[in-house]
């Protein structure tokens, strides 16, 4: 099942790759011809009076702008944010226009010297473009093509606001009216808005891949094709057959949960699972209270003995993944959460702002598992119950996909750009999260607990007695409980874990 989805969604995926590129670039390419046609017409008239005022040369220079800096938003949008072989092909195409307007703009270097110095500037800037286009065909992966195409488009418009400025300027004073080729200025901040604001452009694929593949379900199955890359589905099930490990939960310390530092010993604690059905998939922020989160895969721990009579088996990132090959475990990630009966999701005031813990909740859904599988344990810190409340109540009102982070930059970078292929923008795959969220009747039932144990501390904060200008409100983090030394809470660790010894 697994299998079916992966191949359905890398077959969506494809399929939107190539309706949006193939239809944006043609788009682009009859919006050049027609530009090509209108600038012979421009020059025509040029010629005989290039001082006109007539209403409709303004119109043309207008629309003829609207033409020129369109066609750039058109290749830029074409190829989706993680399309690197079809980002680098419509780059070179425009790279190719851009030398031909070069060219033809050499002929201006032998006209009088006010013109000459005119052609001397717009091909400095068209040069300038060229070279960074070039920069960008170079780049190794989409994220960095992105940045740098533009980065250069940026820079480009400014140097064309600025040429176009100070030659309309002259023209205008030379001819005694406003010159037409003012209608430019507006159309070149508009393009410089769109250039510099990645959530704009983000809000157009996201339009444009809602017009080509309408269905939510489409979309998602296509970011789950995202995370294995191009690997073809069959061989991503057989890597993740000799690859899938798990843990019995007995075998960890509670020192194993105090860093993510790389414990090759924990790894040969776990041991080959193939793909059969493991009880649970650990999923867990390293940025949460340690000694909370212990305290909360114990009380899980205690349900499992309690319902099923045996000790429980599960993924555990830092137990189960091959230090020497990460890359590889996470382009599994699918199937190994196909292969777990439930996912555990450990929720603490940083669950979610980590960006990989996002992923797996979202994966673990969109690969067909039900949501009655997903099951919740709050981390709070003992004495810090409330606090974490208002953390965790606090992170859920405000979830932005943006605005997490992972612990290496370049994850973050590779999961927005699956992110951003898929759905276009983060809007929407942040409501397509928090509809998991809200379907969730387990993760309701918590979310309710937390609602009402951070409304109770704000209830008893506000019953504040004022006494001799003094406040008398008995806070629940006094010092001697907010005073935790390194010491004790070690202490506190290795009493649970000779308890449950």
């Not at 589905?233 to 000799?242: D, F, G, I, K, P």
């Not at 795959?429 to 809200?438: H, L, T």
């Not at 070690?490 to 874990?497: P, Q």
Request: hydrophobic share 45%; glycine share 6%.
């Amino acid at each position: 099942r697994a299998e079916l989805k992966i191949y359905s969604g890398q077959r969506v995926l494809a399929r939107m790759r190539w309706a949006l590129c193939t239809s944006m670039v043609s788009v682009g390419f009859v919006l050049w011809v027609l530009i090509w046609f209108m600038i012979r017409h421009r020059q025509a008239a040029r010629k005989k009076d290039i001082c006109s005022s007539d209403w409709h040369i303004y119109v043309e220079n207008t629309v003829l702008a609207l033409l020129y800096f369109g066609r750039f938003v058109v290749f830029g949008l074409a190829p989706l944010v993680d399309d690197l072989r079809r980002m680098r092909l419509v780059i070179c195409i425009d790279l190719a226009v851009v030398l031909t307007v070069i060219i033809q703009s050499l002929g201006g270097l032998w006209a009088p010297v006010p013109a000459s110095l005119k052609a001397i500037c717009f091909i400095a800037g068209d040069g300038f473009l060229a070279c960074g286009l070039v920069r960008t065909v170079f780049c190794r992966t989409a994220t960095t093509m992105q940045k740098y195409l533009w980065g250069s488009l940026l820079i480009w418009t400014l140097m064309c606001i600025a040429s176009h400025l100070v030659w309309d300027t002259l023209t205008s004073i030379e001819c005694g009216h406003v010159y037409p080729g003012y209608c430019w200025q507006p159309v070149q901040l508009l393009f410089l808005a769109f250039a510099s604001r990645p959530r704009l452009r983000q809000r157009c694929t996201a339009f444009l891949l809602a017009a080509f593949e309408g269905r939510g379900q489409a979309r998602c199955a296509a970011a789950l094709a995202g995370l294995v890359s191009d690997v073809p589905a069959r061989e991503v099930v057989a890597q993740a057959a000799a690859r899938f490990r798990c843990v019995e939960l007995a075998v960890l310390r509670p020192e194993d949960l105090a860093n993510n530092a790389p414990a090759p010993e924990l790894f040969e604690k776990s041991f080959a699972a193939g793909l059969r059905k493991v009880d649970a998939f650990v999923s867990h922020s390293w940025h949460d209270d340690p000694l909370a989160k212990w305290q909360a895969l114990q009380r899980w721990r205690a349900g499992f003995v309690a319902t099923h009579g045996r000790e429980p088996t599960v993924w555990f990132d830092k137990c189960c993944i091959d230090q020497n090959n990460i890359e590889a475990d996470l382009r599994c990630l699918p199937i190994f959460l196909a292969s777990c009966q439930h996912l555990v999701v450990f929720c603490g005031p940083t669950f979610l702002s980590r960006l990989w813990c996002i992923i797996e909740l979202f994966t673990f859904v969109q690969i067909g598992r039900r949501l009655e599988s997903i099951k919740f344990e709050l981390v709070r810190r003992e004495g810090y119950e409330d606090e974490d409340s208002s953390q965790i109540e606090q992170a859920f009102d405000n979830f932005d996909a943006q605005e997490c982070n992972c612990f290496d930059d370049r994850d973050k970078d590779r999961l927005l750009s699956i992110i951003h292929a898929a759905f276009g923008s983060l809007s929407a795959f942040n409501e397509a999260v928090g509809d998991i969220f809200c379907r969730a009747s387990e993760w309701q039932a918590v979310l309710k607990q937390v609602s009402m144990t951070a409304h109770d501390e704000r209830g008893w904060n506000n019953r504040v007695v004022q006494a001799d200008g003094r406040s008398l409100s008995p806070s629940p983090h006094m010092s001697d409980e907010s005073t935790h030394d390194s010491s004790s809470s070690t202490s506190d660790m290795e009493d649970m874990e000779s308890g449950i010894s």
